[in-house]
Every structure is written in C-alpha cells, then in structure tokens.
C-alpha cells in the first residue's frame, strides 16, 4: 500500500528557506498516473494547496505562493520536495504530502502523510 | 473568483440526516471531492469525482452537486462522524480547498 512521509525542520528562521522532503513507498512517483502535490495547514485552520508535480517534471503552483515555492523530486531516491524562500510567521503550519489524482473533471488527493509541523522562529 | 466556500460549522442529532455544501464558481464546471479530518490526523477522502466513495467509506456518506453548490450528505450520523470536512476541487490547474465545516454530532 502507497505511503509518503514528510521529512525536514521543524523550526526555520525567518526570511529563510523552508525545505521539506517526501519519502514515497511501496509505489512510484513516476508514473503517468499521477501527480504529487504538496498541502499545508496552519494550526487550526484549514488546507491551503501549495502545489504539485507531474511526473514528466510539470509543476503547478498556487499562485499566491508561487514566486516563492519550488517542487522538484529525484525520481532515483522516489522522493519529492518542497522548497518555499523567504519564510514568515504565516507560514508556520502543518505541511502534508499527498499524490494527487487530476482528471479532466476532477482533482482528489489520497493517500495523504502523516504531515509535518514547521515553526517560523529566531 | 476561484474560491470554494463552506459554512464555518455544523451540527446533526445521532442518527439524523446533514448536508455540508461547499459553493464556487467553479464547480459548474468540475466535480468536487471531499475530506474527512480528525483532530491530530491527515485528511481522509471520503467523496471523489462529485459522488463516488472510495473503498471502506460507509455508505452513509454520499456527494451530489446543483449548479455552483457541491454537497456533503451524511445520511444517519454516527459519533465517530464529528470532523471537519473539506470540499476540493480544480479550477484549470490551480487546486483549490473549502475552508472547511467542523461537523458535531449531538
């Protein structure tokens, strides 16, 4: 059965870059099936879309964070990451990943990490 | 806009019937799908492609869609159903999210 796990610092400093890795098991992020998104959700709010990879590479990013946020995977080690530069109180929040079904119709994710919680703080 | 909307909070009888909706311009155009949150966990999909539940979903649960407004019905709802619940849908490549309906089930 498909399982990602989030992985990095807990705590960035403000103005620093965030960086967080996914570990996919028992399953391929290269295949044509699938995208790989990343999501986050600030303490006691709801799920904010951070954005996704396709397999051949594609990136699609929200665009209230795109101009700071990279994704990017090695496809030798199945992981995915998240890089998002120049880090402020408002991004301290729970950071999922999760591989992402898009059809033309419709979009889900499943199955989702287990998440992972990032501090912004000097 | 790309926005989807959800009403902040909810609340059901044991056993009793609720619909959670989830209202956006562009769900005239794609389906919604929905999610289960429990406090501590990840978000569990419940309803995908407007009505289909995955394998494991009970039955009670079940998606329906009119015009710009998705829905979320629960039809007999049981303790272990008290959640947030989250509406999820596309608009062209941008992913959007509900803000979310904390459901109680009384």
């Known amino acids: 059965q498909l399982q990602l796990q989030e992985s990095g610092p807990g705590l960035v400093k403000p103005s620093e870059t965030l960086s967080l890795t996914c570990t996919v098991s028992?399953?391929?992020?290269?295949?044509?099936?699938?995208?790989w998104g990343w999501i986050r959700q600030p303490p006691g709010k709801g799920l904010e879309w951070i954005g996704s990879?396709?397999?051949?590479?594609?990136?699609y990013y929200n665009p209230s964070l795109k101009s700071r946020v990279t994704i990017f995977a090695d496809t030798s080690k199945n992981q995915l990451y998240l890089k998002l530069s120049s880090v402020i109180a408002a991004d301290v929040a729970v950071y999922y990943c999760?591989?992402?079904?898009?059809?033309?119709?419709?979009?889900?994710?499943?199955?989702w990490g287990q998440g992972t919680l990032v501090t912004v703080s000097s | 806009s790309s926005e989807l909307t959800q009403d902040p909070a909810v609340s059901v009888a044991l056993g009793q019937t609720v619909r959670i909706t989830c209202q956006g311009d562009?769900?005239?155009?794609?389906?919604a799908s929905w999610y289960q949150q429990k406090p501590g966990q990840a978000p569990v999909f419940v309803i995908y492609?407007?009505?289909k539940r995955p394998s494991g979903i009970p039955d009670r649960f079940a998606g329906s869609t009119s015009g710009n407004t998705a829905s979320l019905t629960i039809t007999g709802a049981q303790a272990e159903d008290e959640a947030d619940y989250y509406c999820?849908?596309?608009?062209?490549?941008?992913?959007?999210f509900g803000g979310g309906t904390k459901l109680t089930v009384l």
């Open positions: 999760a591989r992402q079904v898009m059809v033309p119709s419709t979009v889900w994710f499943d199955p």
């Open positions: 028992e399953g391929s992020i290269t295949s044509s099936s699938y995208y």
């Open positions: 562009s769900l005239r155009r794609y389906d």
């Open positions: 492609g407007k009505d």
């Open positions: 999820n849908s596309r608009d062209n490549h941008n992913v959007l």
């Open positions: 990879l396709y397999y051949d590479g594609s990136t």
